[in-house]
């Protein structure tokens, strides 16, 4: 077999490596009802998620109610001391918010005690829904998978050790409001505790550890024993560093608690959507989901809490087969010099056999380098190109219904943007040049990243300390065995590549630029070193020509083929607001009018009072006054010392809307709602959710003098008919129908 063909089999095997470890990480079957009572089920736990599941139930609303007491009902037929604790909650990661987010909650806590407990274990989901959808995965999954796996570790062993408490909280979809109440409120075990956090972006692909508390080592110590660990350290450190899609971690890990915070994105079309449904619920991941909770909490049941609490955090990466390899950070940084060291050694090496110059492999390693922002760029603008085409896009915060073709031609943008560079740089600095070129760049790509955090350098340096490694071992083989030698040492970088990047591209192709690109240039850059004798001396070109063309091929066919209709609706967002003193009512948009709201709405910002109310609309049009009752604002109490006016007032809705929101102008200097001081005072007012039917005391210190208050209700826009949409159209979750009245003191 000649050179050539070996290389490209060799570079073939290495890709059929990444596909396979893609592959493996996707959940693989489930557990049906006829297993045995001590292991979990994920048919069983279906049974769950199809009784809270059947329709939409955000707070405030009487559906929300019977979910709330159809689950303290099923906890305690598991035998679980269960109760409901209600309290304020606030909106806890962004506290100088110009409207503070608040809400009335009831958290169902249920406990089962430990025999001589270190500490508490709290299995946690949200049991509220978005308005427009069920929520059967996001959280009905989560919640189903704690009340199976509690009943399955009931079924199987004796009273744990240490305490294990199910907390499934309230009003996360508004703000984390359940989470922030509970942890706020001193009911937590004083002990410590470990949280188990179970969370949905999606409805499939394996359940994701991606954030977790750090000290981690106590933490991850068990996740290697879990069946499937899908997590790396790279991961956890720059989901632990965003906001941009936040979970109840956000409201208890900066409290104290120890957390994991697990969740499934893949099929994210769904997230938030009236077809968040039983029906589209993946068995698969459910199981998946639910091995890894049985294992764990069985796991910190049996351990001394307290042991492992102050371990140093840990890096991290998964191997196929349900492998999680944990190290110390400083055999990372170990690695990482090691790999420079390897590299220093192959550049010295061919320059005195005279393959390349210093200079020339430099060079290469230069533009291996450009070559991971420029294919960034690409994929960025790739997909920029297709939202040009398709400009109903824009406004999701999810992947289209149909993301196939277009993830895999984000891939192929990069291949393309790899066989470009490599075809120019072997035409500039020479086959071997390029090679070791390519190596310098992943390696010192892990070695600045490895200097900045060891945690997320892991997944650089491991594959580029094995490639280095294969390419030092090749200088001391026979020339038949260099290639297998080479082939087998860049084995770790198909592994890491093929399970990162289809689990980046499952997060969202929004996010491909950032997170996909990346991991495929880069590890895929090493697949490279396989083609040394391998690239046509002629006609080079062609190869990312032809690259060019596919993804050009494969984004047309997704624009094709992923289509809105009745079973795959289009996300929408319209609001109706009505000044309830003059009648005057406008519809708004925070979008750019699409086929349905351009009905209602044009291009253009509000004016008057509903300016200052709806600051973030893009379109407005004006719209009938309806006969909707506004909401009122009773004074209680109205006293003026010292320069400094305090109003007591109660704020209630006439219609029942599901939250009420008082708005100021920034002269407020102290604020008190529902009993709960609001430190800092939010400059604008706020917002409060499932408010009782009685209404929510608020106290209020102005300067003494006129004081101008805005009273607002909020309900959901399809409940009201004003504008239901056509089948293929859904409403955003922030649909709504306000009305507001001025109050004049």
Not at 363 to 370: D, E, I, M, P
Not at 386 to 404: A, G, N
Not at 601 to 619: I, Y
């Amino acid at each position: 077999m000649g050179r050539r063909v070996s290389g490209v089999l060799a570079f073939a095997v290495l890709v059929l490596i990444a596909i396979a470890t893609a592959w493996e990480q996707q959940p693989h079957g489930y557990r049906d009802i006829a297993t045995p009572a001590g292991e979990f089920s994920a048919e069983r736990a279906l049974a769950t998620i199809r009784e809270i599941a059947s329709r939409p139930h955000p707070v405030g609303t009487a559906e929300h109610d019977r979910v709330r007491d159809h689950l303290v009902g099923k906890l305690r037929e598991l035998g679980l001391d269960t109760d409901v604790r209600s309290g304020v909650g606030r909106y806890p990661v962004d506290p100088h918010r110009a409207v503070a987010v608040l809400g009335q909650t009831g958290n169902i806590v249920a406990r089962w005690p430990g025999r001589a407990a270190t500490g508490t274990i709290y299995l946690v989901a949200h049991y509220d829904s978005v308005p427009p959808g069920p929520g059967a995965n996001d959280d009905g999954v989560g919640v189903a998978t704690i009340l199976e796996a509690v009943r399955a570790l009931r079924a199987s062993g004796p009273q744990p050790r240490n305490d294990l408490v199910v907390l499934l909280t309230d009003a996360e979809e508004v703000g984390l409001l359940g989470a922030e109440a509970f942890a706020t409120s001193g009911g937590a075990d004083p002990r410590g505790g470990v949280v188990i956090n179970h969370e949905a972006r999606g409805a499939g692909g394996p359940p994701m550890l991606w954030r977790i508390s750090h000290p981690d080592a106590g933490l991850i110590g068990v996740v290697t024993g879990v069946p499937h660990p899908n997590t790396d350290s790279l991961s956890t450190t720059l989901a632990g560093a965003q906001t941009g899609s936040i979970t109840d971690f956000a409201a208890l890990d900066p409290r104290g608690f120890r957390v994991l915070d697990w969740a499934f994105a893949g099929r994210n079309a769904y997230y938030h959507n009236p077809f968040d449904d039983p029906d589209h619920v993946d068995l698969a991941t459910v199981q998946q989901f639910g091995d890894n909770t049985t294992t764990a909490a069985r796991e910190f049941a049996a351990r001394d809490l307290r042991a492992a609490a102050d371990q140093p955090d840990r890096a991290y990466f998964p191997l196929p087969f349900g492998e999680l390899v944990a190290l110390p950070l400083w055999v990372v940084v170990v690695a990482a010099v090691a790999s420079v060291l390897l590299v220093a050694w192959v550049v010295w090496r061919i320059r005195r056999t005279g393959e390349a110059t210093i200079g020339r492999t430099l060079g290469a390693a230069a533009t291996a380098l450009v070559a991971v922002p420029i294919g960034m760029g690409v994929v960025y603008g790739l997909w920029t190109a297709i939202t040009w085409i398709r400009p109903e896009y824009r406004e999701l915060f999810v992947d289209p219904y149909r993301p196939q073709f277009y993830g895999a031609a984000v891939v192929l943008a990069c291949v393309a943007v790899l066989a470009a560079w490599y075809a120019v740089s072997r035409r500039l600095f020479g086959p071997s040049a390029t090679a070791v070129g390519v190596l310098c760049a992943v390696t010192a790509i892990g070695a600045v990243v490895t200097a900045l955090s060891p945690a997320a350098g892991v997944m650089v340096v491991i594959p580029a300390l094995a490639a280095a490694a294969g390419v030092v071992l090749t200088f001391a083989v026979p020339d038949r065995l260099r290639l297998p030698v080479l082939t087998l040492f860049l084995v770790p970088a198909a592994v890491f590549a093929g399970g990162t990047a289809y689990a980046a591209l499952q997060t969202g192709i929004a996010a491909a630029a950032y997170l996909t690109a990346p991991v495929v240039l880069i590890l895929g850059g090493l697949f490279t070193l396989t083609l040394t004798h391998a690239w046509p001396s002629r006609g080079g070109v062609l190869v990312p020509v032809a690259a060019v063309v596919l993804t050009v091929a494969l984004a047309a066919t997704g624009t094709i083929v992923d289509r809105f209709d009745a079973r795959h609706p289009l996300m929408s967002q319209l609001s109706y607001a009505l000044d309830a003193d003059t009648r005057e009512a406008q519809w708004m948009s925070t979008a750019a009018p699409d086929r349905w709201t351009r009905e209602f709405v044009e291009s253009g910002s509000p004016h008057g009072a509903f300016a200052q109310l709806w600051t973030d609309a893009a379109a407005v049009g004006a719209a009938p006054p309806h006969d909707l009752s506004g909401p009122a604002a009773d004074i209680l109490s109205d006293r003026t010392e010292a320069d400094l006016r305090t109003v007591r007032l109660r704020l209630r809705s006439t219609r029942g809307a599901t939250s009420v929101a008082l708005r100021y102008a920034g002269q407020v200097r102290s604020l008190t709602v529902a009993g709960r001081d609001i430190t800092p005072v939010p400059p604008a007012g706020f917002r409060f959710y499932a408010p009782p039917a009685a209404g929510v005391e608020v106290e209020l210190t102005a300067p003494a003098g006129p004081l101008t208050l805005r009273a607002v209700d909020y309900s959901w826009l399809p409940d009201a008919h004003l504008a239901d949409p056509p089948a293929d159209i859904y409403y955003r979750q922030d649909s709504t129908v306000a009305v507001f009245t001025t109050i004049r003191l």
